[in-house]
């Protein structure tokens, strides 16, 4: 599941950096690169904040996988907030995101916010960071390349490595079954 910024303590960052049985895999929201963005929507953190986690894990586990989810077109959301969490994302260590176009939820505060973004603007925003995902998914598999890593096989000849990456290896069959393998990068 997802992680908010503000859940992992230093406590926590410690302990998840340093244990080899915990797999360095972490989904931690970041919606928007915004802070304007973030405090409209009641996000307790500031993108620096998110910034600093994100690179403390990846510099302590070089081998994370960082994973995120971002929301396009919250409403009153300018060119200039679009940029800003384009920018944060194109320098992150992020491995891949989930990215979502702003859709009224009934009885929320977004709902009845005055300044909508336009479908047209939304769909171009998420196409940017599909294509900026796609990079980042690429960047992640060609690092990891000639790295040894944990994988659990999820059906024959399919596997997921500690850090997700889905790749195929033949011959592996038994389903549920942890093993070891060398990631080559086949582009």
Not at 46 to 61: G, H
Not at 73 to 79: A, I, K, L, Q
């Amino acid at each position: 599941s997802s992680l908010y910024p503000k859940e992992i303590s230093s406590e926590l960052l410690d302990f998840i950096t340093s244990e080899e049985r915990i797999a360095p895999h972490f989904h931690i929201s970041l919606q928007s690169g915004s802070n304007r963005i973030l405090s409209l929507m009641g996000r307790e953190y500031r993108v620096e904040e998110y910034m600093e986690l994100v690179e403390k894990i990846v510099s302590r586990r070089t081998l994370s996988a960082i994973g995120t989810d971002i929301i396009v077109g919250f409403p009153t959301e300018e060119d200039e907030d679009f940029i800003q969490t384009y920018t944060v994302l194109e320098n992150l260590p992020i491995a891949y995101m989930h990215i979502f176009p702003y859709s009224d939820r009934p009885f929320t505060k977004a709902s009845k916010m005055e300044g909508k973004v336009l479908s047209s603007i939304k769909e171009e925003r998420v196409r940017l960071l599909r294509e900026l995902d796609k990079k980042k998914r690429e960047v992640f598999r060609k690092a990891n390349t000639g790295r040894e890593v944990r994988a659990v096989v999820l059906e024959e000849g399919r596997l997921l490595t500690e850090n997700y990456i889905e790749v195929e290896v033949k011959g592996c069959r038994e389903v549920g079954k942890i093993t070891r393998i060398t990631l080559i990068y086949v582009g």
